[in-house]
T-cell receptor, first 112, second 110 residues
Framework: AQSVTQLDSQVPVFEEAPVELRCNYSSSVSVYLFWYVQYPNQGLQLLLKYLSGSTLVKGINGFEAEFNKSQTSFHLRKPSVHISDTAEYFCAVYNNDYKLSFGAGTTVTVRA | NAGVTQTPKFQVLKTGQSMTLQCAQDMNHNSMYWYRQDPGMGLRLIYYSASEGTTDKGEVPNGYNVSRLNKREFSLRLESAAPSQTSVYFC?????????FGPGTRLTVL
């Protein structure tokens, strides 16, 4: 089964600064990759996904991610964060049997 | 559309008690899932149901059972709760590649 590794467990960042959350996946012939966000005391919601095509994927709330096959990475970025971006972010990969495997999560704390 | 709903939102059990977590979706999705979320471990799949009438074990099925009652509903049962089952439980559903999550049930087993 495929798996993902999120390289940072906590990322503190100041408001209006850029942020990058790192995710690496185990290699496979084809791969579907996802980023989900969990706001405090809520369920997960989809930020963006890569299925095929353009390696730069744009999602909701100004987030984007780049699929890099040679480095087996799918890093998430936002050029300028807001206080409301404080949340936990999960990278996930679909296995061949259409089950999701999640990373351990990255907690982003945005400070004024 | 309510999406995915879960009941209850919070529950406290004593060791050895049983309970059922309920999940329902109104998006006509074929597939449904139960996950548990523990700090530093992401979400781990307990059971899933690819379609009505079928269920399969996920990564951490021990101590749990499931029922896919119909296309809308997928319940998770703890027959004899243990403190190790203290967690936040999420139900999800999908029609294709994207999973939609419920708000979660926070379960504490004393």
């Amino acid at each position: 089964a495929q798996s993902v590794t999120q390289l940072d467990s906590q990322v503190p960042v100041f408001e209006e600064a850029p942020v990058e959350l790192r995710c690496n996946y185990s290699s496979s012939v084809s791969v579907y990759l996802f980023w989900y966000v969990q706001y405090p005391n809520q369920g997960l919601q989809l930020l963006l996904k890569y299925l095929s095509g353009s390696t730069l994927v744009k999602g909701i709330n100004g987030f984007e991610a780049e699929f890099n096959k040679s480095q087996t990475s799918f890093h998430l970025r936002k050029p300028s964060v807001h206080i409301s971006d404080t949340a936990e972010y999960f990278c996930a990969v679909y296995n061949n049997d259409y089950k999701l495997s999640f990373g351990a999560g990255t907690t982003v704390t945005v400070r004024a | 559309n309510a999406g995915v709903t879960q009941t209850p939102k919070f529950q406290v059990l004593k060791t050895g008690q049983s309970m059922t977590l309920q999940c329902a979706q109104d998006m006509n999705h074929n597939s449904m899932y139960w996950y548990r979320q523990d700090p530093g471990m992401g979400l781990r799949l307990i059971y899933y149901s690819a379609s009505e009438g079928t269920t399969d074990k996920g990564e951490v099925p021990n101590g749990y059972n499931v029922s896919r009652l119909n296309k809308r509903e997928f319940s998770l049962r703890l027959e004899s709760a243990a403190p190790s089952q203290t967690s936040v439980y999420f139900c999800a559903s999908s029609a294709a590649d994207t999973q939609y999550f419920g708000p979660g049930t926070r379960l504490t087993v004393l």
